[in-house]
């Protein structure tokens, strides 16, 4: 169904699924229940969204707190983005650390992101669609972040487009983490 490439980060996986480009375009499978439960992956996603962004365009990085946290599965089906993901399990021996992806349209991957771990974007094309599959509903009451340039993340602009919220979030250095690396 998809190959897994393991990440730096423990439980972070790149999925790279069968695409099918024939005259007519692509079909491309995303998630199959018994394939994700295969490889003990997350199978019961409680929402799906999708985001719109403009080239240079940063969100993030979020995630919800305990006890909403959840699984996130995120892939881009319009242009394409540097994805990033940030380590925020106390023990992990990858905490604050961050791992990154290139996720396109034209090449139909995704990332499988755990529980405990920030996730964020910049739009590299001029529009960018990202589709976002979690495993909990969303919860305002959860709803986290630490500050995008907190991590060191090289970032592919020096013309960041943010919005007010994801600039006040703490810098990880100032974040007390719930989550634990089991």
């Not at 319009?78 to 349209?105: C, H, I, K, N, W």
Request: aromatic share 14%; proline share 6%.
């Amino acid at each position: 169904m998809f190959d897994v490439k393991p990440s730096k980060l423990a439980g972070c996986l790149e999925l790279q699924p069968k695409v099918f480009d024939d005259a007519r375009g692509r079909f491309v499978k995303v998630f199959h229940e018994q394939a994700f439960a295969a490889q003990g992956l997350e199978t019961g996603f409680a929402e799906e969204y999708y985001s719109v962004s403009h080239k240079n365009v940063i969100r993030g990085l979020h995630f919800q707190l305990p006890p909403m946290d959840h699984v996130k599965m995120v892939y881009c089906v319009a242009g394409e983005v540097m994805d990033a993901v940030v380590d925020l399990r106390a023990g992990s021996p990858t905490y604050g650390q961050f791992d990154l992806f290139e996720l396109s349209a034209a090449k139909a991957n995704s990332i499988y992101i755990p529980k405990g771990m920030a996730h964020g974007f910049c739009a590299r094309s001029d529009q960018a669609i990202m589709v976002y599959k979690v495993g909990t509903i969303y919860s305002p009451a959860h709803d986290a972040g630490v500050l995008w340039n907190s991590v060191g993340i090289p970032w592919p602009t020096t013309e960041a487009i943010l919005s007010a919220r994801d600039q006040s979030f703490p810098s990880f250095d100032k974040f007390a983490s719930p989550f634990r690396y089991e």
